[in-house]
């Protein structure tokens, strides 16, 4: 694979994946799909306040922009990730490893966002 890509080859290229993934507590599957760069920008943004960090929702946050319909169409709005976070930590946590996987987060991702947390600070402790 060692083909120089042009402008037009990288904008066209398909680079969308999708799992779905069984929630039982919610009586079904849903469809999980990877981050655009802009959606992880937008989630990391919700979370790193300058040295700070505010955890609050950060799963319900992911799972807002990565849950899709058939069609590829976002389920959730970013708004209305804070009603996505009163469902089930369970059902959370199952699709949230689906869409850090898929969108390439890495633990050294997460270590990074979470590292001030050790020095005491809680995600109730920011305002958000």
Do not use: C, Y
Request: proline share 1%; charged share 35%; net charge negative.
């Amino acid at each position: 694979m060692n083909k120089i890509l042009t402008k037009d080859q990288i904008l066209q290229a398909d680079d969308k994946r999708t799992q779905e993934v069984e929630v039982p507590e919610w009586g079904g599957r849903v469809i999980v799909k990877n981050l655009s760069g802009n959606e992880r920008d937008q989630f990391e943004d919700s979370i790193v306040k300058g040295d700070k960090r505010d955890f609050k929702g950060i799963r319900a946050k992911l799972v807002a922009l990565s849950v899709v319909d058939e069609n590829g169409k976002r389920l959730f709005t970013f708004e209305e990730a804070k009603q996505l976070g009163e469902k089930s930590a369970r059902a959370l946590d199952r699709v949230f490893g689906a869409a850090q996987k898929l969108s390439g987060f890495t633990a050294k991702d997460m270590e990074e966002l979470t590292e001030n947390l050790s020095e005491g600070q809680s995600g109730d402790s920011i305002s958000g």
